[in-house]
């Protein structure tokens, strides 16, 4: 009997051209399972688009002039023009810059905010004075506290692979105007991730098929709890980050 299959393959940031390394780590794989399952018979979905919405695409629209809008859509092109030149055989790729995904993510806010899933709170953020603006950890650089490389950004080291608070960062720096940023109180929301470790971790424990390590370390990391993790959860597994590419 024919199964259907649904692969979610994931979304790249609209803010540069594909490079080998997405096309191996998350584009090709999933398009040989595509087609494996499509010879067997089966009923295949496989679904993917363009993030639209990344701090990447809005620095790079600030380094070359343009708005945000324009590389969005200048790197969907390419992206669409990619697929069909290398034959990743899509059913569809979309954006996040469509009015469906507007309406579906809202609603989605909206529901969890009704139902106290999603919470206001304030803390210290990095603020440049020269360019009179908070900057996310992106919009940071300095060096690395561990490993004392010179190019590590607010959100993490590629030299040595591990997350970073900006805080921590020595030397940090504006990625816009290399001033000194200070920290400053920010309110900000927050999803109360706390309130689903329970039922994450029972689901988590009966997964079969996961690869021992992604299976360690989702349990040790639901089983710490999420507090005193930084700003937010890092979705890390060693040196590689779920996004294969970043
Ligand atoms: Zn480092
Ligand atoms: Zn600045």
């Known amino acids: 009997m024919s199964e259907r299959i649904f692969i979610g393959v994931a979304w790249p940031y609209a803010d540069g051209p594909l490079h080998l390394g997405h096309i191996a780590g998350a584009y090709l794989p999933p398009d040989i399972f595509a087609r494996y399952h499509r010879l067997k018979g089966n009923e295949?979905?496989?679904?993917?688009?363009?993030?639209?919405?990344?701090?990447?695409?809005?620095?790079?629209?600030?380094?070359?002039?343009?708005?945000?809008?324009?590389?969005?859509?200048?790197?969907?092109?390419?992206?669409?023009?990619?697929?069909q030149k290398l034959g990743i055989s899509f059913d569809l790729f979309t954006s996040t810059g469509t009015a469906n995904h507007a309406e579906v993510a809202r609603h989605i806010f909206l529901t969890l905010l009704d139902k106290g899933y999603i919470y206001k709170a304030t803390i210290s953020q990095a603020f440049c004075s020269h360019c009179q603006r908070f900057l996310s950890d992106r919009y940071i650089e300095g060096t690395c506290p561990y490993c004392h490389s010179s190019g590590a950004r607010g959100d993490q080291c590629d030299d040595c692979g591990k997350p970073i608070n900006?805080?921590?960062?020595?030397?940090?720096?504006?990625?816009?105007?290399g001033s000194t940023p200070q920290f400053r109180d920010s309110e900000h929301f927050f999803l109360k991730l706390s309130a689903f470790r329970d039922r994450l971790l029972d689901w988590v424990k009966q997964q079969t098929h996961w690869r021992q390590n992604v299976l360690n370390?989702?349990?040790?990391?639901?089983?710490?709890?999420?507090?005193?993790?930084?700003?937010?959860?890092?979705?890390?597994?060693?040196?590689?980050?779920?996004?294969?590419?970043?």
């Open 44 to 83: 295949v979905l496989m679904v993917s688009g363009s993030d639209q919405h990344g701090t990447p695409i809005t620095i790079k629209a600030e380094r070359e002039g343009k708005k945000p809008g324009q590389i969005a859509s200048q790197y969907h092109q390419q992206f669409l023009d990619s697929w």
């Open 166 to 177: 900006p805080a921590e960062l020595i030397d940090p720096r504006c990625r816009l105007c």
């Open 217 to 246: 370390f989702t349990v040790s990391y639901l089983e710490r709890g999420f507090e005193g993790q930084g700003y937010y959860p890092r979705y890390r597994l060693g040196n590689t980050c779920a996004h294969s590419w970043c």
